[in-house]
């Protein structure tokens, strides 16, 4: 059994085990984030240092050391052309620690370990800081915590539990420091990012939208941001298109955003009616500026510690990336209307076409026109049209529409026939645009579910969508989403496309479906809460809690001046705390302590353990009679100590020591 082997290994061997293991435990979590090289070199060498502890074989001289270093600085550099910033430095860290369990031979060597290791351990949250991550680095701390002590316990083979009672005691009784820090510390700017985006190939948004270069699209089912409506005013599901980038510039291949407020860009005259929605937004960070809001929302979104401005284009901007977990407030109408209503010279680079691609659209919108039908008619009735030829042409909403060349939108009308989304809409607004429509394609999120267990609506990255806006006189810009045209589900009663579920949740979905949803609805509303209480305890949320416990108009000073009180206080509690133990301590061993003292100024170095008549034998030896008065005081300490009825004969001892006079 490999229990009982591991528990009959030296202690020297058991403990490197143990340190190996939690290393290990460390690194995991970072293993998507690490190159696949810096991942197999730190097994590679954890596995070599353990084996070299079960076979008590000598540890690698330092050439070996060194050379394995300066590989690891070259594939440091060749991965990442630089050795700073956040990428390469958490692969050197990972490297490091575990090159030095290559020469972890003395307790110094395994505090360089234990400390580097609490290091490496805060850099698994540069990457993520979800639920599942905290936990496993709660287990990773305690486990650090209890190679710690089982350190500095070097006498003989102390059992591991031992120490991890000792670590967890430790663990809790910090506990309240850290919620006290946690709570009022103040909140300042991320000093890092998230990792860069990389939705190509998956459902989410980007600021841009590259048509035909993905011959299959994954279902991300990974949540993009939650909203909590407030009251019952939710509105219709069919309403439900969440405003993300808006893409006006076409380069044939490409879809792009214009500059926010580009020279001769027009307001967006937004006009409002029916009933508001007032919701709060909780963001997943995306590492762009962009916020996501209900269509359309008139007022700027209430968001802490960023700059909101608002385009001609009715999205809403930062001033910087969110690369945290946000949460903001907004409300929106889904009834409204934008733009100009009359054509102006604003709308000339929302018709706007590369020379010469898609010529095949262009003539079909040539033959559109010349259509005795259309003759005359408004572009609201071309929409129609455009809109009845995928109802009717055999077209089809998939998420394999294979590779498309350069001509996508020629592709789609006349070729392929099939595609996701972003092909619809770029086909349509190509469309629009040969016959002189003002149109533009938005992105951003359409649909969701409601998890019932917070009743929070949860947008998945799996409900990225994309439709398109044509401008009409007198209406200006009219939301049209052709995908309806082909897939009604898609857009009515969102039934999307569904990812392949794992073997595990296809196995447990088969059995139980109503379990397997209750327990991902639990586990997303739990991770929802860490989201609300945890990542987002934001600074304006720290005010809000002194203005509950009386600051009428809080401010950061006044946080600070809070928290170096409670500082305060704690340590007179810790002072107050040190007192009361000493007095509890044994009063006959602090008496004689002192009674060593005066005999270590006396000139007699004794150990600890010796014993009052041994003591005053040392004193006799030295002094002769002139240590009488203290060597009879410390024959009547000793027996006091083992008398049937001590009474009061400390505190008289007490009071005579005070009054001694000793030998010098």
Not at 86 to 92: F, K, S
Not at 228 to 255: H, I, K, M, N, Q
Not at 468 to 496: H, K, L, N, Y
Not at 595 to 608: C, F, H, M, S, T
Request: charged share 20%.
């Amino acid at each position: 059994m490999l229990i009982p082997r591991l528990q009959n290994l030296p202690r020297d061997a058991r403990d490197t085990l143990f340190l190996l293991a939690v290393i290990g435990l460390i690194l995991l979590p970072q293993v998507p984030n690490l190159p696949w090289w810096c991942s197999m070199l730190a097994a590679i060498v954890l596995l070599w240092r353990g084996t070299l502890a079960v076979q008590a074989k000598p540890l690698p001289g330092k050439w070996w050391r060194a050379a394995l270093l300066a590989i690891t600085l070259v594939a440091t550099y060749s991965t990442h052309r630089t050795l700073l910033g956040r990428d390469a430095g958490v692969t050197l860290i990972v490297i490091l620690l575990a090159l030095k369990t290559l020469e972890l031979r003395a307790r110094r060597d395994a505090f360089v370990v234990f400390f580097l290791g609490f290091f490496t351990m805060l850099t698994n949250f540069f990457y993520s800081q979800s639920l599942m991550t905290a936990f496993a680095m709660l287990l990773a701390l305690l486990g650090l915590l209890t190679a710690l002590v089982n350190a500095h316990m070097p006498v003989g083979k102390p059992p591991l539990a031992q120490a991890a009672r000792t670590a967890g005691w430790m663990a809790l009784l910090g506990a309240p420091i850290m919620l006290v820090l946690f709570m009022l510390f103040p909140r300042m700017a991320p000093l890092w990012g998230t990792p860069s985006d990389a939705m190509a190939g998956r459902t989410g948004l980007s600021n841009t939208m590259r048509v035909g270069t993905i011959a299959e699209l994954a279902l991300d089912e990974g949540i993009a941001a939650r909203i909590r409506f407030d009251g019952d005013r939710v509105p219709p599901r069919a309403a439900l298109y969440f405003r993300g980038p808006v893409l006006s510039r076409f380069d044939g291949r490409e879809w792009t955003a214009l500059p926010p407020f580009s020279r001769g860009s027009i307001p967006p005259s937004l006009r409002v009616r029916g009933e508001v929605s007032s919701y709060e937004v909780t963001l997943e960070p995306t590492n762009r500026a962009w916020l996501l809001t209900l269509d359309a929302t008139a007022d700027k979104p209430n968001l802490s510690g960023y700059e909101i401005f608002g385009t001609p284009e009715l999205q809403w901007i930062a001033t910087r990336p969110i690369s945290d977990l946000v949460r903001y407030r907004a409300k929106s109408f889904t009834q409204f209307q934008s733009g100009p209503l009359r054509r102006t010279a604003g709308l000339q680079p929302y018709v706007e076409l590369p020379p010469g691609s898609n010529p095949r659209t262009v003539a079909l919108a040539a033959q559109m026109r010349r259509d005795p039908a259309l003759a005359g008619a408004s572009s609201q009735a071309f929409v129609q049209a455009a809109l009845q030829r995928l109802r009717t042409g055999g077209y089809s909403y998939t998420l394999e529409p294979g590779l498309y060349g350069d001509d996508t939108a020629d592709q789609f009308w006349f070729d392929i026939k099939a595609g996701f989304c972003e092909h619809i809409a770029s086909a349509f607004v190509v469309l629009m645009r040969a016959l002189d429509i003002p149109a533009r394609i938005v992105t951003g999120y359409q649909g969701g579910e409601v998890n019932n267990v917070d009743n929070y609506w949860v947008l998945r990255n799996s409900d990225a969508h994309a439709w398109a806006e044509v401008w009409q006189e007198g209406a200006g810009w009219v939301r049209v989403d052709p995908t309806g045209a082909i897939s009604p589900d898609r857009v009515g009663q969102f039934r999307r496309l569904a990812p392949q579920p794992g073997l595990l949740a296809g196995a447990m979905e088969a059995m139980n479906p109503t379990l397997s949803q209750t327990l991902r609805a639990t586990w997303e509303a739990v991770n929802n809460g860490w989201n609300q209480w945890i990542l987002n305890y934001t600074q304006s949320r720290q005010l809000d809690l002194l203005k509950n416990i009386g600051f009428e108009a809080p401010s950061l000073q006044d946080l600070v001046v809070v928290l170096l009180a409670l500082m305060v206080a704690a340590s007179l509690l810790g002072a107050a705390w040190t007192l009361w133990e000493r007095s509890q301590h044994d009063p006959w061993l602090r008496l004689l302590g002192q009674a060593r003292a005066r005999l270590k100024q006396a000139g007699i170095d004794v150990p600890e353990a010796t014993p009052p008549r041994q003591m005053a034998a040392r004193l006799d030896e030295r002094f002769g009679s002139g240590a009488q008065a203290a060597r009879d005081w410390l024959i009547r300490l000793e027996a006091q100590r083992y008398a049937k009825s001590p009474g009061d004969a400390l505190s008289a001892l007490r009071a005579e020591f005070r009054r001694l006079s000793w030998p010098r």
